[in-house]
């Protein structure tokens, strides 16, 4: 079991930045990658960004320049920096871990980007 709560979210106007933390906890040993996605009204689940166990990250494409994921591996955390925010950006963004089980997934965090 991985547990996982997301803090940050809100609302930014466009072209702001906004940063988004996970704290997971649990099998930790379990997991092969971390990551976010993010829901917008009516649409579905897409990935942001995910990190693998060695390091790697994949952004989506609409991200790419603009959001940066970091891992510490230490604290079991994983936060999502994002800049030059676009009102496309808006959505519930999800934290997520995956293991061998399937995926874990946190609460979701609100961000909107509006001016």
């Known amino acids: 079991q991985v547990q996982l709560v997301e803090s940050g979210g809100g609302l930014v106007q466009p072209g702001g930045s906004l940063g988004l933390s996970c704290a997971a906890s649990?099998?930790?040993?379990?997991?092969?990658?971390m990551g976010w996605y993010r829901q917008a009204p009516g649409k579905e689940r897409e990935l942001v960004a995910v990190?693998?166990?060695?390091?790697?990250?994949n952004y989506a494409d609409s991200v790419k320049g603009r959001f940066t994921l970091s891992r510490d591996y230490g604290k079991n955390t994983v936060g999502l920096q994002m800049s030059s925010l676009k009102p496309e950006d808006t959505a519930v963004y999800y934290c997520?871990?995956?293991?061998?089980?399937?995926?874990?997934w946190g609460q979701g965090t609100q961000v909107t980007v509006s001016s």
């Open positions: 990190i693998t166990s060695s390091g790697s990250t």
């Open positions: 649990g099998t930790m040993s379990s997991v092969n990658a």
């Open positions: 997520s871990a995956a293991t061998v089980k399937g995926i874990y």
